[in-house]
């Protein structure tokens, strides 16, 4: 089982509200879900450790549902 940890961050109200208009047309995805795609995408994107998997992982699992 993964462990899990609660974010609290805050976000632009129009962001918010695109992820709102995102989440009620799309009712697979949740907020939980699309947070932790798009970090783990920022991250793959913008640097991680050398070899370290973890982030390519998480975003492709993220991305497909595996992990549900």
């Known amino acids: 089982m ?3 940890v609660s974010v609290l961050a805050e ?3 129009a962001l918010h509200d695109s992820l709102k208009d995102f989440l009620d047309t799309h009712p697979a995805w949740d907020q939980d879900r ?6 783990s ?4 994107q913008n640097g991680q450790k050398e070899g370290d998997r973890t982030p390519s992982r ?4 993220t991305l497909f549902d595996y992990a549900r």
């Open 34 to 39: 699309v947070y932790a795609a798009a970090l």
């Open 2 to 4: 993964q462990a899990t």
């Open 41 to 44: 995408l920022f991250l793959l």
């Open 11 to 13: 976000i632009p109200e």
């Open 58 to 61: 998480i975003y492709l699992d």
